[in-house]
């Protein structure tokens, strides 16, 4: 199978500076400290041995301020590491990357503060993505294996008639013609807890499904499918803890605490 690009966004949300940023005295979540490495560093290392010839991108608003982390220094020299920056919003600073790359699909997108991202999870995605002939898949976790890692670690659920589950910021693109699907993203991160957006993006019947629990995840799916006209599937991850990125405070400390059981420093 082709391997895909990674991408991995780490610029600022909405350009201002985040609370852990500052509590950490860095410009950037990224490289705030945790287990003794940069956000960044674990999220590069966790990617980097999925395939030997991907090629990686990080979309930052300052790519200077990461030039000192170690997989970066080690992947830049081997030439599979680009920097790209960050425009003002998701979809845009993913449309900068495709325009700089070239034709980088497949690609497979994380974020740079999903520090137990690991090969073996980007890995299963693509192959899903490819076996199941999707456009574009969305990684989800389910609610009990999510609270089963730690108690607190998501406190929203997205409720289907099926399931509860949370997203576990990795998505993946097969083409240029299934970035439509990431529309629903223009105006920001998080859109579906938005009532407005959820109605902008998929129309207001829908909207009326979603919060009714009338939907399946499957079904979910096939109507985003159908407004986008491409096939969308979600991927239910087994290991709660990829539901876990680096948020707040909250998310930090159980972050640090999967990290230390998992991924010692």
Not at 147 to 170: G, V, W
Request: charged share 25%; aromatic share 8%; proline share 4%.
């Amino acid at each position: 199978m082709t391997s895909p690009t990674i991408v991995i966004l780490a610029g600022k949300r909405d350009g201002k500076l985040d609370p852990l940023a500052e509590a950490a005295g860095v410009t950037h979540k990224c490289n705030v400290p945790i287990q003794g490495k940069a956000l960044l560093q674990w999220v590069l290392e966790g990617v980097e041995d999925a395939w030997p010839d991907s090629p990686i991108w990080v979309s930052i608003h300052d790519p200077a301020v990461v030039a000192d982390l170690p997989a970066v220094q080690k992947l830049t020299a081997s030439g599979r590491l680009r920097m790209s920056v960050s425009r003002e919003g998701i979809v845009e600073s993913i449309e900068a990357v495709i325009e700089e790359a070239g034709s980088p699909f497949p690609m497979l997108i994380t974020t740079g503060d999903n520090v137990l991202v690991t090969a073996e999870e980007i890995r299963s995605i693509h192959d899903f993505g490819m076996r199941e002939g999707a456009g574009a898949v969305i990684a989800i976790a389910e609610k009990s294996s999510i609270l089963a890692e730690h108690p607190e670690a998501q406190r929203r659920f997205y409720e289907f008639s099926d399931m509860a589950i949370s997203n576990c910021n990795a998505y993946w693109l097969r083409d240029a013609a299934s970035f439509r699907a990431a529309e629903a993203f223009r105006a920001g991160g998080q859109f579906i807890k938005t009532k407005g957006r959820i109605a902008q993006a998929f129309g207001i019947l829908n909207l009326i499904r979603f919060r009714l629990g009338w939907w399946s995840v499957d079904g979910a799916m096939a109507a985003i499918s159908r407004r986008f006209k491409v096939k969308v599937r979600a991927l239910l991850l087994t290991e709660g803890a990829y539901a876990v990125d680096v948020d707040n405070e909250r998310t930090y400390k159980i972050a640090e605490m999967l990290l230390a059981r998992r991924k010692p420093a």
